[in-house]
Structures are given as structure tokens and as C-alpha cells.
């Protein structure tokens, strides 16, 4: 194992650099890994391919090669590293502790500082990082691809290939996109939700950077059943991205930015609890006192932010809804987010959630922790990993017998709708919290065809929504 390369200096090869100061692995965090292989058989990609390179246990192995000046910052050495998801199945797995996270978080930091791409794969991830982190960049762009979706011109480049001839990773992100919601559907949440009913605290909503342009249901949802939960929801303006993109593709520096910038806009906003209903950004934002620990003037700010940040499903998980909920009768699977899972640890919450709503029997599905393949953008830089991992998913969910399946990330519930599509089911994809909105505000549903009121766009799809009003651009 390791690069192959001849070692002339103690920190790289004569070809290839080695890491350098500033963020690295933690040479005591690697030496934790007593190489058990326990967390083998719960790698998505190992199980995938049958690698050791391509498992946690020689990820490590590959990060303490460099990190001992045995190797440098190779194509090999990148290769492996960009194969990976940052599932973090491997954290859940591992008894002695080894912190994955923060080990693939800085080398590959030490990548994108050190390492130059080829030219075609530079311009992609630079591209993504300086769109979807950016909601002020990417609302202008989402409203030409409502008319591009209206004109007829997906369907043209997916029926002639065009797009997969020109570029895979391309051709995924239009795969990727659903159907985009009209103008109306995408305004912003009100900047305040009042509590219905005894009010129970304040909470602030991260409503994330693409979800409001894409799934703007999901927030609207989060909203509704938060309040009917009695609490008042705010909705800052201008609280940009929580910078998982960023700290999951190697450039920390970046995130800590967008770290700073969002928790000043939720200090500001003076909420007892901030709430997230995508378990990636919960997840980063659960981060933040260790992000920002060498940071004098923001590391006590950004723990005791930390300290604040609940999943929704953690919060609902006290509210009592006397008798609130109507009956739901429908077979739901869970599938649970690798950053709700392993990232968060949270298991059993979107369960008793979705147990409580009258009428809904809740089936398990296996392998429900093993990743979708959606992994943040995982799936528009690694499309042939994402995909077989996709189908896989798929074909567990099918088993499962269920018309719905349910989650708690907005990633996920982009990959697993296109997988659902792709496999001709009418299985629906949504959000824990959809559920509960339709229980408490309405929404008939039943097992069997879409029965809640849907948007058929032009690639002859159907996109479920809760309380859909067919509201036209
Ligand atoms: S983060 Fe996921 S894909 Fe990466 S090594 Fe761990 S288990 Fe495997
Ligand atoms: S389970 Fe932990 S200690 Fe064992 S090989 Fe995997 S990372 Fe190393």
C-alpha cells in the first residue's frame, strides 16, 4: 500500500508533496487506528469494491503514509481519498475511537492546497463551491432552469444523451434536479412563525442554501409543525450557508467563514435553540466549537452555539401533541441520513416521531444506516460510486414493500427520488417532518398512487407536496 513513491525528504517525494502546516491529521488521531478491520464491513465503498484502499482502515493507513514523510500527496493517494463519501459508518463502527472526521476533513485540506487537479475537475468542484453556498448566486440561476424545464429542454437533452456525451458528473446534476418550484413556492419563509397555542421558546430555523430554492416545502413544513409545537419560529434574513459543502471538500478555511457568518446571524436573532431538517448542515454546525477552537475571538461563541443546535427531530421528540395528529394510514420506511446516523447519532427519534402519527405503520428497511450515495456532492463528483450505491438503496427500499419512505436530509431526498425514478416506482421520498405536516394541517394520504396533490413537470414526474396549491409561475 502507500504511493510508491521514493521518499527524498520528510515530508513528500520527489514528486509529490507532503502535508504541510496549518490544518493536517492529527499524527496521535491517526496512531488510534489499531487496524481491527472492524469497520470494514460497514464502509459503503469497501463493500462496493472489495479494496482495502477503498476502506476506512486503508484510508488511514494512506493519510499515515504521508503524514510520516513515506509518501506524498499523490493521484493515487487523491483518488482514494475523493472515493470516499464522509459517511462516517466507519466513526460508528470503530471502537477505538479513531476520528475519521476530522482526519479526512484535513488531509484533504492538504489536497486542495497542495494538490493540482487536472484542469476539467478543477473547474467543476470550483464551480459547485461558488454556486450552492450561495443562495443570492444561485436564485437567478434556479428561475432560468424553471423556464429551461417549462421550455421542454431537459427532456430534449435526456432522451438525445447529449449531456451524458459531454459530461457525466454534468449530466448527473440535471438528473439530480427535480422539479423546480415556481417563483411563489420559492419565496422565503416569513422572517417570524408565530407559536399556535402556549408558547414553549424561541427557536431559529437554518433554512439552508439550496433547499429554499428547491425544496421549499420541506422549510415551509418545518415551519407549520414547529409552531403548531408552540414554538416561535425565526427565520433569519441573510444567514447564508453552514459551510458543510466547504468542510467536506477540503477547504476549512473557507468553511470557518461561513461558520462565523451564520452563528453571528442566529446570535443576533436571540434564539434559545437553532434548529436544522438537514442532518449535513446539523451535523457542521455541531461542529463548530472544534472548528473554530484555535480561534480565540470565536471558539466560545461558536461551543456555546454548538451547544444550541438541535435536529428537528430531536426537538419534536418532547412535544406532546395532545390528540393534534390525524390518522396517516400509510406503510412508511425510514432511511436514515449517514450525518443524522453516524454524524449526529441520532436513530431513534425520526422513529418515535413517525410512530406517533395514528394510522402509520412504520417498516423497517434494511441496511437503512448504509449511504444513498448522495454524500453532500459526492454524487456530481464520484457519479459511477453514487449511482451503484443509489441502485442498491433503491432495491432495499422496494423490498421493503412500503409507499413512502421517509428521511431527514435534503441530499438524500434528491438521490433517492432520481433512484426511485429511475426504477419506474411510485414509492414517495419526503421528509420526516412532511409527515407529521400532514397529520397535524392535512394532506389525504393513503397507501397506493400519489394521492396528495402533486406538480407534474414537464418530464412527466410527480413531485408530493404538503398543502400544494398548483401555484403558477
Ligand atoms: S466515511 Fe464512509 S466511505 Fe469513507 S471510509 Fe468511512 S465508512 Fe468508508
Ligand atoms: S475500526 Fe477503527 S481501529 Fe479498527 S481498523 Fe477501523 S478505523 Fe482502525
Not at 307 to 323: F, H, K, M, P, T
Not at 438 to 451: C, F, I, N
Request: a neutral charge; one cysteine or more; proline letters at 6%.
Amino acid at each position: 500500500m502507500g504511493a510508491g513513491r521514493t521518499v527524498t525528504s520528510a515530508t513528500g517525494t520527489a514528486d509529490h508533496p507532503g502535508f504541510d502546516g496549518g490544518d493536517r491529521p492529527d499524527h496521535r488521531e491517526i496512531l488510534d487506528c489499531v487496524h481491527c478491520g472492524l469497520c470494514l464491513p460497514t464502509c459503503p465503498t469497501y463493500l462496493m469494491t472489495g479494496l482495502e484502499t477503498a476502506s476506512p482502515r486503508g484510508r488511514v493507513y494512506l493519510i499515515r503514509t504521508v503524514e510520516e514523510g513515506q509518501g506524498g500527496i499523490s493521484p493515487v493517494f487523491v483518488k482514494h481519498l475523493d472515493q470516499c463519501l464522509g459517511c462516517l459508518a466507519c466513526q460508528t463502527a470503530c471502537p477505538s475511537g479513531v476520528p475519521y472526521a476530522n482526519l479526512i476533513e484535513t488531509a484533504r485540506d492538504q489536497v486542495e492546497r497542495q494538490y493540482e487537479r487536472p484542469v476539467a475537475d478543477r473547474a467543476w468542484r470550483g464551480l459547485l463551491l461558488q454556486l450552492f453556498p450561495y443562495p443570492r448566486r444561485m436564485r437567478p440561476l434556479i428561475g432560468a432552469l424553471y423556464w429551461y424545464q417549462r421550455a421542454g429542454l431537459s427532456r430534449l437533452l435526456r432522451t438525445t444523451g447529449l449531456l451524458g456525451r459531454l459530461s457525466r458528473r454534468a449530466a448527473r446534476m440535471e438528473a439530480l434536479l427535480p422539479s423546480v418550484p415556481t417563483a411563489r413556492e420559492r419565496r422565503p419563509l416569513p422572517e417570524r412563525t408565530p407559536a399556535v397555542g402556549v408558547g414553549r421558546g424561541r427557536v431559529g430555523l437554518v433554512a439552508g442554501c439550496i433547499q429554499p430554492l428547491l425544496l421549499p416545502e420541506v422549510n415551509r413544513a418545518t415551519a407549520r409543525v414547529l409552531a403548531s409545537a408552540g414554538y416561535e419560529v425565526i427565520t433569519p434574513r441573510g444567514q447564508g450557508c453552514c459551510g458543510a459543502m466547504h468542510l467536506h471538500t477540503g477547504h476549512l478555511d473557507a468553511g470557518r467563514d461561513m461558520a462565523r457568518h451564520l452563528i453571528a446571524a442566529f446570535d443576533e436573532a436571540d434564539v434559545d435553540v437553532v434548529v436544522a431538517n438537514a442532518a449535513g448542515c446539523g451535523a457542521a454546525m455541531k461542529g463548530y466549537g472544534h472548528l473554530l477552537r484555535d480561534d480565540p475571538a470565536w471558539h466560545g461563541r461558536a461551543a456555546a452555539f454548538s451547544e444550541r443546535v438541535r435536529d428537528v427531530s430531536e426537538l419534536l421528540g418532547a412535544a406532546i401533541w395532545n390528540g393534534a395528529l390525524r390518522a396517516l394510514p400509510l406503510t412508511v420506511t425510514y432511511h436514515e441520513a449517514c450525518h443524522l446516523a453516524h454524524g449526529q447519532r441520532i436513530r431513534q427519534e425520526p422513529r418515535s416521531l413517525l410512530r406517533q402519527i395514528p394510522g402509520l405503520r412504520l417498516v423497517e428497511l434494511p441496511e437503512s444506516d448504509l449511504c444513498c450515495g448522495s454524500a453532500g456532492v459526492y454524487n456530481l463528483l464520484e457519479p459511477e460510486m453514487s449511482q451503484e450505491l443509489l441502485q442498491r438503496k433503491v432495491e432495499r427500499i422496494q423490498g421493503t414493500g412500503a409507499s413512502v419512505v421517509a428521511m431527514g436530509n435534503i441530499g438524500c431526498l434528491l438521490q433517492i427520488r432520481l433512484g426511485l425514478e429511475q426504477a419506474g416506482l411510485r414509492t414517495r421520498a419526503v421528509h420526516v417532518v412532511e409527515l407529521l405536516d400532514w397529520a397535524l394541517h392535512g394532506g389525504a394520504v393513503s397507501d397506493g398512487p400519489p394521492a396528495v396533490a402533486g406538480r407534474a413537470d414537464e418530464r412527466g414526474t410527480t413531485a408530493t407536496h404538503s398543502n400544494n396549491q398548483s401555484m403558477e409561475e
